[in-house]
């Protein structure tokens, strides 16, 4: 099995609210969605034919948040096959390499919190979506170690 951290999902996901976000790959900023989910039709389901269990979903997943962004990329056939294969998986005695790829496709559509992080996306507070990258707050500057040292009388010292 790979060995070490060079994988895209390797480590923990970005936090937006972490103190020290001045690293270089932080610049590409977060991306806020809008709370309240995406508005309009879904797309045309662009598989064969959907069941209607397949039809549920697709409609319900369409009205997230993070449609936006899928609409926004194109998306659709990942959507679709996360669909397909998030009714498949619930079905009884579903496999479990099934659901391991029902996880991956959660992950990387946004639909989990790893996969939000991941993808630096975040919901507004409830308003419409907001543009602008997550501000950065910045570590409190901290006194030199030295500064910090304060001097001690020995025996017999007087101070002065």
């Known amino acids: 099995m790979p060995r070490g951290g060079a994988r895209v999902t390797s480590g923990p996901p970005p936090d937006p609210n972490a103190l020290r976000r001045d690293r270089a790959s932080d610049k590409a900023g977060w991306i806020t969605l809008p709370a309240e989910g995406r508005t309009g039709e879904p797309p045309v389901w662009p598989l064969t034919e959907p069941t209607r269990r397949e039809e549920d979903l697709w409609d319900d997943l369409w009205a997230r ?3 936006v ?3 926004k ?3 659709e056939y990942e959507v679709a096959m996360c669909v397909r294969m998030l009714a498949r998986a619930e079905a009884p005695k579903s496999s479990t390499e099934l659901l391991k790829g029902v996880k991956q496709f959660f992950d990387s ?4 919190t790893v996969g939000m992080l991941r993808n630096r996306w975040r919901l507004s507070d409830g308003g419409t979506a907001d ?3 997550a501000t950065t707050r910045r570590a409190p500057a901290r006194k030199s170690s030295r500064s910090r040292l304060k001097v001690v009388p020995s025996d017999g010292d007087t101070g002065t």
């Open 65 to 67: 948040p993070q449609a």
């Open 69 to 71: 962004m899928w609409e």
């Open 73 to 75: 990329l194109g998306q």
């Open 109 to 112: 559509l946004g639909l989990s």
């Open 131 to 133: 543009p602008k990258p």
